[in-house]
Each structure stands twice: as structure tokens, then as C-alpha cells.
């Protein structure tokens, strides 16, 4: 005769807690590997470097962002979405809310979308004073 067993109450709380922690867990990781894109857009085996005025600085998440006006190799200006790393990455190499401003003027080096569009992965940018910054790792 098969002996049914009863769960306690205690046990089935515990169950339901569990599996609640666990879903709450994958849907937190789900959203956060989904928020970062990493640089599969950009081609990373070919670097430009580029001369140009800065339009503003958003120092924002996950990514600071640098608009600037940048002239091509042929002379052409067009304004790039510079994409820098993440605010604390940046606040270890020295970076500020202030470190740019509109009206600098820089050279920055980094890796162009893939798709052609004005738009790149910073590696370094040199200021108005000399300094060279990282943007990214």
C-alpha cells in the first residue's frame, strides 16, 4: 500500500518563496544582459581617428555619450555619436561630469559602426588641454 505523504505548511512556504526568488532572479539577469550590447556593432579590427568640435557631453547609463561634429579623411563633417564606457569606468580614468564641454575642440580615436553610420566605439579622445583620456577599456 502506497504511503501518501502530506507536506507541511512550512515546507510549501518555503517552495513557493524559492520559486518566487528564483523567477525574480532570471527575469533580473534577463533584463540586465539584454540592457548591455557589448560591441558587436562596431568593427573592432580597424581603428579612425578624426579631428572635430564637441556639440555636448551626456554623462549618462549605462554609457556616457559625446556628440561632436567630426571631419571624415575626404574633409566631409558630419556629428558622431561617440560612445564612452561606463561612468565608473570612466571616473577610474580621470573622467568628470565636466571633463568636455561644448565647444572643445578634440581628436578622438575609436572603432566606426559597421553599419556606416556616424557612430563609435571611443577608445581614446585628446582635449583642448593636452590630455589624453581612455574611454573605454
Known amino acids: 500500500m502506497p ?4 507536506l507541511s505548511r512550512k515546507t510549501m512556504m518555503n517552495r ?3 520559486a518566487i526568488l528564483a523567477v525574480m532572479g532570471f527575469l533580473f539577469c534577463a533584463a540586465s ?3 548591455h550590447h557589448g560591441n558587436a556593432q562596431f568593427d573592432m579590427t580597424h ?3 578624426m579631428q572635430g568640435t564637441v ?3 551626456q ?3 549605462p554609457h556616457a555619450i559625446i556628440h561632436a561634429d567630426l571631419k571624415d579623411e575626404n574633409g566631409k563633417v558630419a ?3 561617440l560612445e564612452l564606457g561606463s561612468l565608473g569606468m570612466l571616473k577610474r580614468f580621470g573622467w568628470s561630469p565636466d571633463t568636455v564641454k561644448g565647444g572643445d575642440q578634440v581628436t578622438v580615436e575609436g572603432f566606426r559602426a559597421k553599419d556606416g553610420s556616424p557612430y563609435m ?3 581614446s579622445i585628446d582635449l583642448p588641454n593636452g590630455q589624453s583620456m581612455r574611454g573605454s577599456p
Open 59 to 61: 554623462w549618462v547609463n
Open 55 to 57: 556639440r555636448d557631453f
Open 121 to 123: 566605439c571611443t577608445v
Open 79 to 81: 556629428n558622431w555619436r
Open 3 to 6: 504511503s501518501f505523504h502530506r
Open 16 to 18: 513557493a518563496v524559492g
Open 47 to 49: 581603428s579612425v581617428r
Open 33 to 35: 544582459l539584454g540592457a
